[in-house]
């Protein structure tokens, strides 16, 4: 009810703030007899941890993985996974100034209003850390939709203003920006770095692709698959919309056009996005995240202290100038925690 | 689990199929000695049903409410409402020769992919029809929202292309499209009449405007209020996309641009669409949905048989040339839900 | 969360109160393909619907079955049932006098402290009508338990303070009390016919005994098999204890008696009542709850006005002098969702 | 779904295995700005903790309260709390013997029937190590319930097949049985000690007390208070059965002897154990659980060995030869738990 869980056959629950000791996530439901160790979550942890380019926020969180509970002798057992990544690096000191204004663009004020009560220190809960957890419990989720042939796989396609021209799913990891297109990524970065020197931050839009989906998945009425994706993804802070397939694009479309069309090899288009009436089509699920440009910027900015009177703050601290990068890895955990959930729900159906 | 109940502390949970006897709602979590009637859930039944206009279509559903439980002597009395539409004027005839063949952009084949077997009468839960116990439960919760003085208002900003230039909210209601800008209404609907008259159809655009949402409305990691919001939007069938506030526009814009500055008087500008970390900021709420164009259409379309034999369907009924104007009250009626929902785990979590 | 459903993976959602116009259910997450009808749902409700014997109410409610969703020639289609059992017989001017005092046993005072609100006709959702729809989506779940070779049986053990004897399953369906033991049938029924002409009432003992089911069901912690089972029990109105097994008289037991010792062919005895540590052993599961008198008598008692006004009351109408019989069927039906809904999470979890 | 979460509003949701790193539990919904700290936790893990006398396990966990997140300045924040509690002294060893058997009573054949795996050290999520997590989500939930002036009270009523004569609440946490009795608690401890040095165990009653709850609490269909309370006692490991108010004895009265009459002053009686049709009534809420003897003996059994060999074992190992005494607090807890959950959700249907 309060919100930290997501899923239902597969489900994560998740806790802890920015500046606290931890951050973690408990992993329920779980296949048994699934091998598994902390390295492969390593893995995906290791892509979403600051500090690994000029793009991304100094900030050193080692995040090494430790799993307290639900595996043996190197084999999942069917029990909660608990995975825990102690905080480091914390600095609080940096963020006295926010102790008494609300920084514009985050979640300072809203906070204060939903509890009475603000953790000043970083961003708590609205942090970005929290979704430390996310990928841990996505990189669970992964392992066995392995199992399942579904690959997920998310990159930066526009950044700053900046859109990749092509496609080379081999060029992704080695860019800073994980974009597509090595060129696009290059100017990017130089577009980045230049926002990050004056203290200000872009945006952008991460298309995330979904491969080797049988056909039948998801659930037709309320948890349609691009239903339950869409929650998924506008659940990550920085993102303010989504769209499947042809998306917006498809509002200024003729029915003609936009029919996916169907011969003996399968379907001809996929405007759809590989979802129709929110159900995997077998075709790739195709998706794409808008993402708002990083809300804390050393620029002076106008905004209120916390008892209402009229201030100018700059928002110091190590922060990143263009999330996308970081992003990507939060896309792919919570769509293969959709994905895994779907498969089991389904299987739970038909049993 | 099987997805056809939506919301926790305020839950609906349909049933029914286009061509079946009946579609209703069960209700449940409604706040007790409420004044309420069938008249009030019809007004806005007769918004969603069709036979409307020229742009929608002409199958007659008289979708009269019957209440069969919840109620006494005029009032709410806490237990589950339920409400049955009672199904009228069904032509299963002229949907035998969509037995053997899939419609393209239809649910069809997913389908049958799901569950191994298909209800080929109209589209069983795939039609629009699922969404009349959507808009009767949302009645109820729009009855529950006007004691907390919230507004839900959705209008057809684009449709076939042309976008409203005005906005005049007393002008929604009074052309067939449900547009802001009665001009740029005159343009949707000569366009629509044209792409009815060939067989075609188009999609669109809605806006959602939500006004006197208090701020601190929403669960602050995985269950945002924009990310209920998306599941909710995106469980309509023909929705393939949402943005909040500035949406896929803040991919392009800097961190300065798009922050929201405060000062004395609150918000100074709105490009977070009046949701900061997942949680009402007390700004008005703005979201927009992408609307495919109709699936049914009358054009020739290459397809596939059940036996996945080649071959060209036409599909013929009674079909909606463009469904904007008929998923505006479906919009409302879900969001309505989500609010109403989140205004009381509010509650729950504050008391 | 208003607690009107029940179940994850199989779940029934009921509506209806007992003078209004329908009482009924939703069943969603019905595995689909399986052949049902009306007649099958029917027979179990005949069980449960009064005017039976002479030991129960004389009401009569026809609780004819109709589905108006859900299947497809003559199949389910995997999409929630919808079952309606419409409401006759109704009598509400017997309870004019029940408007302005609270009866002893009953659920009025609680409910209007809970609500501030009471439909004071019968007893609204408290009534013991409200189990009709449990039966009938009962019925849905027993069907499914069918193809798995899982058998459900419940009898009346204990009422009017005289045991069964002897347990011989054919004899159940043969007495009007649903006793396993002919010779205490007759004396229970002899004893219930004379308290019912005093206008008093009585309780009882109904144990359940449930084959078949494959060893490793449920789940482990919180959702322990016995632990569903019992809530599920429990919210049957007039169960006031259920114990599993040997139950209370473990508590008087050591250790080396109690335990289950095992040979080759299987556990030597079943103290655990077929689950251990929430588990299905795949011996029987033996449970028995304990079954409060019926509240409604027409002796006078002592209670006070809705102003608090003390009084005495005699509660009028055709009230059951013993529920136990009626209550069989109920016990049974929520046995049957619980298995299911269990059936199911277990392979959702190995799926 | 599968099961280690509990509640809505106020939710728990544990990890860990007796013989892992750690347990612990994350607690989602809490109420913000309530003061609270690591000490008051701790307090009623050590009433939970082995070692504390004769009659219980000599094994040394200390259970040292940590909580890492949710807190900000010694008051809740309204996020997760989350309490992780460190393992000791565990000696995996002195299990290495039961890797190739199934210990009689224990979960040990059904989880590996369930999971097709086993860890087979100590009892993995099956132990009485589990419940520490539900102590720490109780004493949160507990503090909760102080506001409102909720009081949770549990005792042993009878061990050994020795029952309390008297009740003194003031006596419970004075003797190592926890018994409201000190005659009978001496009694107890005497035959206890005796079947510890046999090597034998016992069962015996834990009752709960429940004061100063408002009436008007519980949802009155499927999640009565008595049904959650039914799932959450009979989720404890030892616990085979449950009863209410005047409970199995209630099936042997009349009518005219049950049902609570009223006066101006409230009830007169108490045999609905201050529920009535799943709510509460306002008077003291009273139930009993059965706690079964102890499975970990060390008297010879006969049992199978994991390849279905007859064999004979002896449980070696620190066993609790009574668990009832440490049971006391995981009853109080569990029932803290749904309490807290009720509160909320009473707030949330009226809010």
Redo the contacts between chains.
Sequence with gaps: ??????G??F?I?????SH?????V?V??????VELNEAYIQAQMDRRKPGQSSVTSPRKEYDVV?I???M?EG?T??????I?LHNQDMRPEAYTDIQHS?R????D???L???????HRG????SGR?TAGRVAGGAVARKLLERRGVQVLAYTK?AA?IRCRTFDENEIEKNAVRASDPEAAAEMIEKIEH?SSIG??????VECIIRGV???????????L??????????I?AV?????????????????????????SGF?TNH??G????????AEIVFRV????????S?P????GVN???TIIVTEGRHDPCICPRIVPVVEAMACIVLEDH?????????
């Design positions: 009810m309060a919100g930290n869980s997501f239902e056959s489900k629950t998740t806790f802890g703030e606290g000791a931890a951050v973690g408990i329920d439901g779980v296949t048994p007899g430790h307290l509970s639900g043996f084999q057992t069917g029990t909660p996974l608990f825990i609300f514009p663009g985050h979640a004020f809203t906070y209003q939903k509890y009475g009560i603000r953790d961003s708590g809960r609205a929290e526009e203003g926002l200000d931050s872009c945006g952008g839009v049988k056909p039948g998945l998801g659930e037709p009425v309320f948890d349609k691009d239903a339950e994706l869409a929650k998924a993804m506008l659940s802070g303010k919309g989504i769209e499947f397939g042809a998306g917006f694009a498809a509002s200024g479309m003729l029915g003609s056009e936009h029919n996916d069309e169907m011969d003996a001809i759809s996005g979802i129709i009436g929110g159900i995997s089509s077998g808008a993402v708002k440009p990083t809300s804390s910027i620029v900015q106008q905004t209120i209402g009177e009229e498969y089991k729900r389904q299987v739970a159906m038909l049993g």
